[in-house]
């Protein structure tokens, strides 16, 4: 979760670094008339992986329910309420586990590409960005463009 927070934050600051709307402008010049670009670069590698669905997390909460339930229909006293306890907990991580299992895998795209100032980025998506090794490209709103 904190690796996809810093992912996310990371692609937020340099898609936001760019103050142009496209590739046909960008910002100021340098270097023999060349513009420069804080998104701009070279594809590095391009892979088709397989991205797992985020779940909401209702696969623990409903085997805890049920677990507790069960639990509470053995024994009586202090004993009924430990076997509570145990089945609550023991139906969570039952239920996260079967939760887990059951989402659904998506195709996806990471693209990794070497920006002009020597930074890399790695960008994942989930449509096809037709770009191979070598391309040129730019990045914007966490997809990658071909320039």
Known sequence: MLSRFIYMLSVLVLVTGCATSGPASYGTSYDKGRSYCETCGVVED????????????????????????????????????????????????????????????????????????????????AENPYVREGDRVYIENDLVYRS
């Open 46 to 125: 391009v892979n088709r992986i397989t991205a797992r669905e985020d779940g909401i997390g209702f696969g623990a909460v409903i085997g805890a329910v049920v677990g507790g339930a069960l639990g509470n229909q053995v024994g009586d006293g202090s004993g009924q309420d430990a076997a509570t306890v145990a089945g609550a907990v023991g139906g969570a991580v039952a239920g996260h586990h079967i939760e887990k299992s059951q989402r659904a895998t998506q195709p996806a795209w990471e693209v990794i590409v070497r920006l002009d100032d020597g930074r890399v980025a790695r960008v994942v998506q």
